[in-house]
Each structure stands twice: as structure tokens, then as C-alpha cells.
């Protein structure tokens, strides 16, 4: 089997993670790793040659490296402020780009994507993991089935406290501590909103017509640093990100979106992924599938919560087991793929999506296959990160920009739960 000869750029944190994916998967074969710390890119480099046997080049210039080693495809893991100049320079010598996830800072960096995208064919995938992950897909393939009637809400989080990874960026050389200090907005927006936008045919026959932002106060971040060792010279910083980020986003066929950017007051993590429509609902905190039978006609179910309480229902529901009963569905609805999911799957990258979605970027990559999550799905969900930072600013909503030229009218659906790679039979 031809395999694809793949490079990483950037070599920090999140690179050990995908490197374990891709290690995992005969397709790639992993010639290169560059970051301008050079220190990083020799640990990756010798991540892969311990696990793999073969040591990658090392390289501190990007650009260099792919002169010099002229790959199929990068794999794009470096911070926000770069990404996306790194993937055009990339796109504009024919290498294929999977790109990490990440909010843009402004309109001129998505147009530039697209454009270079358009201008050189150059295979592109965004690595929105999240639109591979287990519940996700049974929730679009409940959708596709009908299951919930039309849809006419989603919501979701980025619900993580990453105040320590935020505090010590300076000295684990990250990037996020210089942008909670000196930017406002949804800056994460893609892990719950791609799941969403796919379900709603985002760009593919819908589209996102306008936002409004409101936000908290600053505090936490404030208080986190007043008393850590080694963080004295942040206590008088003012960090201008707030705690919490709301955000309504409206869709042209008549949804409602709202997200929560949400990463800096105590809490567990979730992505708190909900979909509702107008005969049920998906609720991945509780693992809960609701179908609703008969349209709200009078009901004598009652149900009772985990705390004891009985409640009665307003419907006549089917699965009155309503807490964590998702389970119920796989049979029937779950992808062929994560129903024979392996322990070995499942313990590799944020429990084995990571795994699919480098799987499937393969597969389209040699088979000359359609990206399911493309450039287009990628600009769309980055934006929202400026547009979010510019409602804050004014108070008022703001337009979201249709970056397909008016072609999301005719594109058809392409959803990541229909792939013959995932839902094999
Ligand atoms: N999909 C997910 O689940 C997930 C999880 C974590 C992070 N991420 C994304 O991965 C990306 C990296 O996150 P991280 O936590 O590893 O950050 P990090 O700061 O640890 O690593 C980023 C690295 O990129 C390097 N870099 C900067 N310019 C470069 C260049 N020109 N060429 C090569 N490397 C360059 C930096 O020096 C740094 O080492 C971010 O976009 C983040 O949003 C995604």
C-alpha cells in the first residue's frame, strides 16, 4: 500500500497526541516534524522513533521542511496565530493540509484560506475531531433518520477549566496565556459547534446568517494566579477574556444555535452537546435519547430523576428509562465503525475519535475522496471567533459571511456518519 509520507508542524502538546493516532495507522508514514523550538520537535522525533522504530527528520523552518522533503500531507498543530498561514504555505506547494482546530482572528485570514484552497485544488480537512466522535454520530444519525422530527435548536459548550494550562502558558511556552490576556471573545468555538453545523447542513444547503455575543466579567483567571508559585508577575495582570462567552448564532433554514465558550470557572468537562426537535431530543450530558410518540398529547407517564423527584411528562415518550438510555440506539443507529470499536481504539487520543478521524483523512487522501469536514465547514465555524470578539465590542449582532460565494445552495450533504469507512457493512 502507498503511504502517505507526512510531516507535523508544530510539536507541542497536542502533537503527541495525534502522533499517537497516526503511529497507529498503516497508512502514514511519518517523515518529519518541525517547531521552532527545536527542543520540542527532537521529543516528538523521538516519540515516533521509540514507538515506531523510524526517526523523523527534525527541522525548526517549516518552509524548509517542505522543500526539503517534499510531503504528501502536513498535519497542522501548531497555535492559532499560525495555523492558517502555515497551511496556505503548505496548500501552495500541492501538500495536502489536516489542520488543527482553532478560532480566526480576522475575515482576511478564512477569504485567504479559501482562496489559496480554491486556486490549488489542495486536499484540505479540518481535524474537528469532536464531528468524529461516538455520541455525536449517533445523534446525526438519529437525525438523519428521522428520529427527532426537524430540528430547530442546538446547543453546546466548550466546558473545560484550563486555568492552570492558561496560567503557566509562559512557562510551558503555550499560546493561549497571551490571548486570555489581551482578547475578548468565543475563542474555542469549534468542538461543539462542528458537531451542530454537520447536523444542520452548514454550507451545504444551509447557512449561518448572524450572531450575538454577551459575556461575564474577568475574575477567575484573576483570582487563579493571586496565590500560585512562580505566576507573582500576573497578579496585577487584567485579563480581558471573560469567564463565560454566550453566543446565539441564527441559521438560514430557521435554527437556533447557542454557545458557550466556558474555560475558566471550576466545573467538569463537556461539550454539553443538545439537539432538539419537534419530536425529540438529543442530550449528551445524561447520554439521553427522548423520542416523543404522540405530539404532546395528554400523558400519565411520570419519570423519576437520579435525586428521587417524580416528574410527570409532558409527552408520551418513548425510552421512559430516560437517564443514560442512548445505549438503547446503537443496535440500530450507531455507525458500523464505533459499534466495533476495539479497547485498543478506545484508548488512543480523547477515546478514540482522534483515531477516526485520521483513519478517514487517509481514505479520502488516497482514494481522491471529498473531505467530509473541508475548508469551507473549517472557515465558517473559525469565524465566529472575530465575529464574536466584534459583537462583544459593540453590543450589537453582527453578520455572518457566506464564505462558499453563494454555492451552499447547491452542495450537497456530505455527512461523516454516512462514510462507507465508518458505517461500513
Ligand atoms: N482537536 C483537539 O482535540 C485539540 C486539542 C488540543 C489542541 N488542539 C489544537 O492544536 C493546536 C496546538 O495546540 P497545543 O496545545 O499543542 O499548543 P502548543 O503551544 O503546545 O504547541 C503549538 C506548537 O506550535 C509551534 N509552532 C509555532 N509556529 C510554528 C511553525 N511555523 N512551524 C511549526 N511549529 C510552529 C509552537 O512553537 C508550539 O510548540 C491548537 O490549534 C489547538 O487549538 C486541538
Given at each position: 500500500?502507498?503511504?502517505i509520507?507526512t510531516v ?5 502538546h497536542r ?16 517523515v518529519?516534524?518541525?517547531d521552532?523550538y527545536?527542543?520540542?520537535a527532537?521529543?516528538?522525533?523521538d516519540?515516533?522513533e521509540?514507538?515506531?522504530g ?9 518552509i ?5 522533503l ?5 498535519i ?5 496565530e499560525?495555523?492558517?498561514a502555515?497551511?496556505?504555505d503548505a ?11 482553532g478560532g480566526?482572528?480576522d ?8 482562496r ?7 486536499p ?5 475531531n469532536?464531528?468524529f466522535?461516538?455520541d455525536?454520530l449517533?445523534a ?7 428520529m427527532?422530527g ?10 473545560h ?6 496560567a503557566?502558558?509562559d512557562?510551558?511556552?503555550h499560546y493561549?496565556l497571551r490571548?486570555?490576556?489581551n482578547?475578548?471573545?468565543?475563542n474555542?468555538?469549534?468542538h461543539?459547534l462542528g458537531p451542530?453545523?454537520?447536523?444542520l447542513?452548514?454550507?451545504r ?6 450572531l450575538?455575543s454577551r459575556a461575564s466579567?474577568?475574575q477567575?483567571l484573576?483570582e487563579?494566579?493571586q496565590?500560585?508559585?512562580g505566576?507573582?508577575?500576573?497578579k496585577?495582570?487584567?485579563f480581558k477574556q471573560?469567564?463565560?462567552?454566550e453566543?446565539?448564532i441564527?441559521c ?5 444555535i447557542t454557545i458557550?465558550l466556558d474555560t475558566?470557572?471550576p466545573?467538569l ?7 432538539r426537535?419537534?419530536?425529540?431530543m438529543?442530550w ?7 423520542i416523543d410518540?404522540?405530539?404532546f ?9 437520579p435525586d428521587g423527584?417524580v416528574?410527570?411528562?409532558a409527552g ?5 428509562s430516560?437517564?443514560?438510555n442512548s445505549a438503547?440506539n ?5 455507525p458500523?465503525m464505533w459499534r466495533?470499536v476495539?479497547q485498543?481504539i478506545?484508548e488512543?487520543?480523547?477515546g478514540?475519535m482522534d483515531y ?5 483523512f487517509?481514505?479520502c487522501?488516497?482514494n481522491?475522496?471529498e ?6 465547514d473549517?472557515v ?8 464574536t470578539?466584534?459583537?462583544l465590542?459593540?453590543?450589537?449582532p453582527v453578520?455572518?459571511p457566506d464564505f ?5 445552495k447547491?452542495?450537497k450533504t456530505l455527512d461523516v456518519v454516512e ?7
Open positions: 500500500m502507498k503511504k509520507r507535523f508542524c508544530g510539536c507541542g502533537a503527541f497526541g495525534t502522533g499517537r493516532s497516526v503511529m497507529t495507522i498503516d497508512a502514514y508514514e511519518t518529519g516534524v518541525c521552532p527545536e527542543d520540542k527532537v521529543s516528538l522525533a516519540e515516533f521509540e514507538k515506531t523510524s526517526r523523523p527528520a527534525v527541522y525548526t523552518d517549516h524548509k521542511m517542505f522543500e526539503e517534499k510531503p504528501d500531507c502536513a497542522v498543530v501548531a497555535n492559532w499560525v495555523h492558517v502555515i497551511s496556505i496548500m501552495r506547494r500541492g501538500i495536502a493540509v489536516a489542520m488543527e482546530v480566526a482572528y475575515e482576511d485570514e478564512c477569504f485567504e484560506l479559501v489559496v484552497y480554491e486556486e490549488t485544488k489542495t484540505f480537512m479540518f481535524l474537528e469532536c464531528c466522535n461516538k455525536e449517533l446525526t444519525s438519529l437525525v438523519r433518520n428521522g427527532f426537524r430540528i430547530m435548536y442546538c446547543s453546546g459548550a466548550y466546558g477549566d484550563i486555568r492552570e494550562e492558561i503557566y502558558g512557562k510551558t511556552r493561549r490571548n486570555y490576556i482578547r475578548n471573545c468565543e474555542y468555538p469549534t461543539e451542530i453545523a454537520k447536523i447542513n452548514i454550507n444547503g444551509n447557512r449561518f446568517v448572524s450575538i466579567g474577568s477567575s484573576h487563579y494566579v496565590d500560585k508559585e505566576l507573582e508577575y500576573l496585577d495582570v487584567q471573560a469567564d463565560i462567552v453566543t446565539m441564527t438560514e433554514n430557521g435554527e437556533l458557550r475558566t470557572l466545573r468537562y463537556s461539550r454539553e452537546f443538545m439537539v426537535g419537534t419530536k425529540g438529543y449528551q450530558p445524561n447520554n439521553m435519547v427522548l410518540d404522540n405530539n398529547s395528554e400523558s400519565k407517564h411520570t419519570m423519576t430523576y423527584t416528574g410527570r411528562l408520551d415518550y418513548k425510552g421512559l430516560l437517564f443514560a438503547e446503537y443496535d440500530e443507529y450507531l458500523k466495533e476495539t485498543e478506545l488512543q487520543g480523547h478514540g477516526f478521524e485520521f483513519v478517514v487517509a481514505d487522501l488516497l481522491g475522496k473531505m467530509p469536514v473541508d475548508v469551507y473549517a465558517a465555524w473559525m469565524s465566529i471567533t472575530y465575529l470578539e466584534r459583537s465590542k459593540t453590543g450589537m453578520n455572518i462558499t460565494h453563494g454555492e451552499y447547491n452542495r462514510l462507507p469507512i465508518i458505517n461500513k457493512n
